[in-house]
């Protein structure tokens, strides 16, 4: 199933097609519980690329910001899955010398010893790592001041 093009208004009923066509039924019972009154609309990848090159990453966008700002509006968890799988699907779609910038602690900085190993989520949280190979050993959450 094709995606509604960025900026384009999205019924409800098309929402439902695409969460079923794609396995969100979870998602889709969020929103079919307690639609927003404003329609959806996707602005894309808003602080990164819509694609590049051969790339398309605006999939990955749509459907964060359906999760984000349509369903789980409310729920930081739910948020925060979402920003994480936004990060995965960025990842999995960017060419393979792109994937280590998209993981956070994979990136040209980790291997300095200096490097601050932390990825913020949208509430404004750090989520620190542990590990010295970037991979979480134990995550704890830390407000940042």
Same mark, same amino acid.
């Given at each position: 199933?094709?995606? #509604?093009?960025?900026?384009?208004?999205? #019924?409800?009923?098309?929402?439902?097609?695409?969460?079923? $066509?794609?396995?969100?039924?979870?998602?889709w019972?969020?929103?079919?519980?307690?639609?927003?009154?404003?329609? @959806?609309?996707?602005?894309?990848?808003?602080?990164?690329?819509?694609? /590049?090159?051969?790339?398309? @990453?605006?999939? $990955?966008?749509? @459907?964060?910001? !359906?999760?984000?700002?349509?369903?789980?509006?409310?729920?930081?968890?739910?948020?925060?899955?979402?920003? $994480?799988? !936004?990060?995965?699907?960025?990842?999995?779609?960017?060419?393979?010398? /792109?994937?280590? !910038?998209?993981?956070?602690?994979?990136?040209?900085?980790?291997?300095?010893?200096s490097?601050?190993?932390?990825?913020?989520?949208?509430?404004?949280?750090?989520?620190?790592?542990?590990s010295?190979?970037?991979?979480?050993?134990? !995550?704890?959450?830390v407000?940042?001041?």
């Open positions: 199933m094709d995606l #509604p093009e960025k900026g384009m208004e999205v #019924p409800l009923a098309q929402i439902e097609a695409i969460c079923r $066509a794609y396995g969100l039924s979870d998602l019972k969020e929103i079919g519980n307690d639609p927003t009154p404003e329609p @959806f609309k996707s602005d894309g990848c808003s602080l990164w690329f819509d694609s /590049w090159k051969a790339t398309d @990453f605006y999939p $990955a966008s749509f @459907f964060h910001d !359906l999760k984000y700002g349509y369903g789980y509006s409310g729920e930081s968890a739910e948020r925060l899955i979402a920003d $994480a799988e !936004l990060m995965i699907d960025i990842a999995r779609a960017a060419p393979p010398k /792109w994937r280590r !910038l998209c993981l956070p602690g994979s990136g040209p900085g980790a291997m300095r010893p490097n601050d190993r932390s990825v913020g989520d949208s509430a404004g949280r750090r989520i620190e790592s542990q010295p190979c970037g991979r979480p050993k134990r !995550l704890k959450e407000r940042c001041r």
